[in-house]
């Protein structure tokens, strides 16, 4: 059973552009998690998320930010008009149920 | 709304010796979950603990949920520098009906031969 996979690994985006983050969760998880790591600070909840709902996106910036779940395919966390504060690791997790969190490898965006 | 603190922030070891990472919440949780990540990687679930007073031990780590349900630790006995990385806390709010896990700022703990 592959873990949770995220691409890219690395992502490098100019100021103004669209970043594009993707998320596989594990086979059988229903439930996707974003969080935000800034350089030694700890995880922010960014949005929680299930097959085509939005449940919870209470840690996500109002603008430029967004995330789904479709139906079919990964999980995609977007940032549209990036700025240099949007640098950080973005890590999605995965889970059957609303407890656990399986970890995915992280983005680290960068942003120039 | 919830808050998740550890004390220390670092911790510097030296190889063989012990220490302790505690983790302290704001309000009462209905269980909590720590998580290591070494450098560069992603945090990886270290266990889980629900019952108040619990203690859990994985070989060289013990782990402690507290009476009150609002703190708990880890500590690491002979410490290896295998045992390097950041270790975080994430608490699960007793009252919050989804699942939203708090995530303390970590101890970052370095390891000297």
């Known amino acids: 059973n592959a873990g949770v996979m995220q691409n890219p690994r690395h992502l490098v985006r100019r100021r103004g552009q669209e970043a594009r983050l993707r998320c596989s969760p594990m086979?059988?998880?229903?439930?996707v998690y974003w969080y935000r790591q800034l350089p030694e600070e700890g995880l922010k909840f960014m949005v929680y998320?299930?097959?085509?709902?939005?449940?919870?996106e209470s840690g996500m910036p109002k603008e430029r930010f967004s995330a789904e779940f479709p139906k079919e395919g990964p999980s995609i966390l977007r940032i549209q008009q990036v700025v240099r504060g949007d640098s950080a690791a973005y890590f999605c997790?995965?889970?059957?149920?609303?407890?656990?969190?399986?970890f995915g490898p992280g983005t680290r965006l960068t942003v120039t | 709304g919830q808050q998740v603190m550890q004390i220390p922030q670092y911790q510097h070891v030296q190889e063989g010796e012990d220490f302790t990472t505690y983790c302290n919440s704001s309000?009462?949780?209905?269980?909590i979950q720590w998580y290591k990540q070494r450098p560069g990687g992603h945090p990886v679930f270290l266990i889980q603990?629900?019952?108040?007073?619990e203690v859990k031990k994985q070989k060289r780590l013990t782990f402690q949920f507290g009476e009150a349900k609002k703190n708990s630790s880890l500590h690491i006995t002979a410490t290896q520098t295998t045992d390097v990385g950041t270790y975080f806390c994430?608490?699960?709010?007793?009252?919050?009906?989804?699942?939203?896990?708090?995530f303390g700022a970590g101890t970052q703990v370095v390891v000297t031969p």
């Open positions: 997790a995965s889970s059957p149920t609303p407890q656990g969190r399986y």
């Open positions: 086979k059988g998880h229903s439930h």
């Open positions: 998320l299930q097959k085509e709902n939005i449940i919870d």
């Open positions: 309000t009462t949780l209905s269980n």
């Open positions: 603990l629900v019952k108040s007073g």
């Open positions: 994430a608490g699960l709010e007793a009252t919050d009906s989804w699942g939203k896990l708090q």
